[in-house]
């Protein structure tokens, strides 16, 4: 219990310590999940469209 604890008191310091660094990441993180599902989709309505010719 007191290990989480001190382990979330942590994270949260950096996190405001090094404020850009946690932005970029989630920013980052963000793009890449949008573009694997971009491509997902892409696949998905090439794969609809050539079935249907």
Excluded: C, K, Y
Excluded at 4 to 17: E, M, Q
Excluded at 21 to 43: C, F, K, N, P
């Amino acid at each position: 219990m007191i290990f989480s604890r001190i382990l979330f008191d942590l994270a949260t310091r950096n996190v405001r310590l090094h404020f850009l660094r946690s932005l970029l990441a989630a920013v980052g993180i963000v793009i890449g999940v949008l573009a694997i599902t971009a491509m997902g989709m892409m696949g998905s309505t090439l794969q609809l469209s050539v079935s249907s010719q």
